[in-house]
Each structure stands twice: as C-alpha cells, then as structure tokens.
C-alpha cells in the first residue's frame, strides 16, 4: 500500500504561482512512477505532468508545458508541482497518483486539493 496526501492548494490570481506537494508513506517510493492528474467541475480527469522512478524523466501536458515544474525527492518520499503563470482555466481539483507500470492502471490516487485561479 502507498498513501499519497496532498498540499498546498488554494485561491490565486491568474499569473499568480503555487507550489502543490504530495508526500508518500508505505512501499518504497522510488518503485513508482509519480504524476499530477487534475479535474475541473464537470469535466474527465486529465494528466497534468508525470516523473519517472529515477526523477530524470519529466512529462507534461501540453497546455501547462513551460508553466508548471514537477520534480521529486526519493528520499523524503515527496513530489511537488511547481505552478506558474497560472490561469483560470488552471481551476480545478490536483490528485497524486502513482503506478508501478503505466498510466493505463494508476495504483494509488491521493485525495486531492482545489486549485482556483481568480481572473
């Protein structure tokens, strides 16, 4: 089992910047590969960014690539996204997640954290 909590969330104005962070107890951390998902009300969940095992691969969806940073530290067992230039359409709720194998089959979610940017 792995627990993921986050932090971090709350109301900012757009081309504000938060910081969100997920810290992991239980397995061993550096097995999984870790991302952020997000949704906004009455949308799919969607991937937002992806860090391999190592912290040497980074993956980001389009529509955040050159605003938002994820990165991780396998010895505090955390991940964290770095949020810039945010913008309304940012809103939404931001799980951690984590999979030992593939996006296709995420093994564990956190509970979540609002993100709301202000216009």
């Known amino acids: 089992q792995v627990q993921l909590v986050e932090s971090g969330g709350g109301l900012v104005q757009a081309g504000g910047s938060l910081r969100l962070s997920c810290a992991a107890s239980g397995r061993t951390f550096s097995n999984y590969y870790m991302g952020w998902f997000r949704q906004a009300p009455g949308k799919e969940r969607e991937f937002v960014a992806a860090?391999?095992?190592?912290?040497?691969?980074?993956y980001y969806a389009d529509s955040v690539r050159g605003r938002f940073t994820i990165s991780r530290d396998n010895a505090k067992k955390t991940m964290s996204l770095q949020m810039n230039s945010l913008k309304p359409e940012d809103t939404a709720v931001y799980y951690c997640?984590?999979?030992?194998?593939?996006?296709?089959?995420?093994?564990?979610w956190g509970q979540g954290t609002q993100v709301t940017v202000s216009s």
């Open positions: 997640a984590a999979t030992s194998t593939d996006w296709s089959k995420v093994g564990y």
């Open positions: 860090v391999t095992k190592s912290g040497a691969g980074l």
